[in-house]
């Protein structure tokens, strides 16, 4: 066993370091707008808060600063707040620098079968009006001043109908530290960023922190109503884009970052914990080779190799540490690009067995009808679920 663990986790980090397209490298990135386009399109920001009093101030005052040559309108989305978002947003579009025209609308009683966040995104979408962009972005992300004009240069100037950005994810807390920077090196592997962003392949996927979509594009897709049910909506957006023959691209963001604080490990386990079982089609078959998978691929060569003076096998020991390399090599990019040690790739097998906990839960919850909550809604199961399977 010790050797079959061993020769299997050594060949599954051969594959993922130098054939799975490279998705460990971090190198898509959005380029400067070096060369502006003839015309500047319209762009519509719209954000869907719901209970976001502590953050919407700075993403309204982020957006009202974006240095823009074209029409900047900003729709903020009252989602049933019961706190003070609607008045602290109002306040902001009044007094922070900047032309662009902030409105803030209250989201209509959630229309069965769509999500929240969704039903707040087609009343957003609705308010706008005529507007060859939208820029959905969240409540909780602030965004530089030149972030737009990137957005708009890199749709146009390579002719993408969507353009997504992972946006940075706070890392400051222990428990940040730990699984944020995995959380981003684990998306990258579900869905490598290059082939994304390769019109010839299916994979398809998108952050929803921050959607720059031509609006032609979303409607000749179906619009938001195709996907109403997904509770991992900008996937979902991306895949129904690229279906049609939109040309979707993914990067990873230098100057947008999240401000959503996870001191503890609580708000990390439920935003997980949310996804997960959806992410594997609500499939108990799927989940039980996703958790076999990660035992086997993260856990497997540190078991083998701090075993080695019980089994004593030093062939499948150098194995193992061959393995752990790698996977320390490849998490090194995403640990620098958080300003973390290198070293702290040694901790990575770590991270991954508290995410298959985290999606053990998750089928958990499902189980007892408790799936896809968030922010005081129950979803259950998603009407279109991915699936991991496709996704490799």
């Known amino acids: 066993m010790i050797v079959f663990i061993a020769g299997f986790s050594l060949l599954a980090w051969c594959y993922l370091a130098f054939f799975h397209r490279d998705f460990w490298r971090g190198d898509q990135r959005l380029p400067p707008a070096l060369d502006p386009p003839e015309h500047w399109p319209a762009v519509t920001a719209i954000v869907p808060a719901r209970n976001e009093a502590a953050t919407i101030e700075a993403c309204v005052r982020s957006l009202r600063g974006q240095v823009y040559q074209g029409t900047l309108r900003i729709i903020i989305v009252d989602d049933s707040s019961t706190d003070d978002t609607a008045s602290l947003a109002r306040i902001a579009g009044a007094t922070a620098p900047g032309t662009a025209k902030v409105d803030v609308i209250t989201a209509p009683p959630l229309p069965a079968g769509w999500t929240g966040k ?24 602030v965004h530089a001043p030149s972030t737009l004009t990137r957005l708009a240069a890199m749709a146009l ?64 897709a179906g619009g938001l109503e195709a996907i109403k049910g997904e509770i991992i909506d900008d996937c979902a957006l991306a895949r129904i884009i690229k279906r049609a023959g939109g040309r979707p691209w993914l990067g990873l963001a230098d100057d947008s970052h999240s401000l959503r604080v996870a001191d503890s490990l609580a708000p990390l386990w439920s935003m997980v914990k949310r996804t997960a079982f ?13 958790v076999l998978g990660l035992a086997l691929v993260f856990l497997g060569p540190a078991f083998v190799v701090l075993t080695f003076l019980w089994h004593g096998k030093l062939l499948a020991t150098l194995a193992g540490i061959m393995a ?41 919850s499902h189980g007892q009808h408790r799936g896809g909550q968030w922010k005081g809604r129950n979803y259950g199961p998603s009407s279109n679920p991915s699936n991991l399977a496709k996704s490799l």
């Open 324 to 364: 752990w390399s790698l996977m320390v090599w490849t998490y090194r990019p995403t640990l620098l690009d958080y300003q973390r040690s290198p070293w702290e790739g040694l901790r990575l097998p770590a991270a991954a067995a508290l995410y298959c906990a985290m999606t053990i839960d998750s089928a958990l």
């Open 118 to 141: 969704l039903a707040a995104l087609n009343a957003g979408l609705q308010h706008a009006g005529e507007t060859e962009f939208v820029w959905f972005t969240d409540a909780d992300v």
């Open 278 to 290: 959806t992410q594997l089609g609500h499939s108990y078959v799927q989940l039980a080779f996703a």
């Open 157 to 220: 100037g390579s002719r993408r109908d969507l353009v997504s950005l992972m946006v940075r994810l706070r890392c400051k807390s222990p428990w940040e530290h730990l699984l944020i920077p995995a959380f981003i090196y684990f998306f990258q592997m579900l869905y490598p960023f290059p082939a994304a962003n390769d019109p010839r392949t299916r994979v398809a996927a998108a952050a929803g922190g921050c959607v720059l979509l031509r609006r032609a594009r979303l409607a000749a």
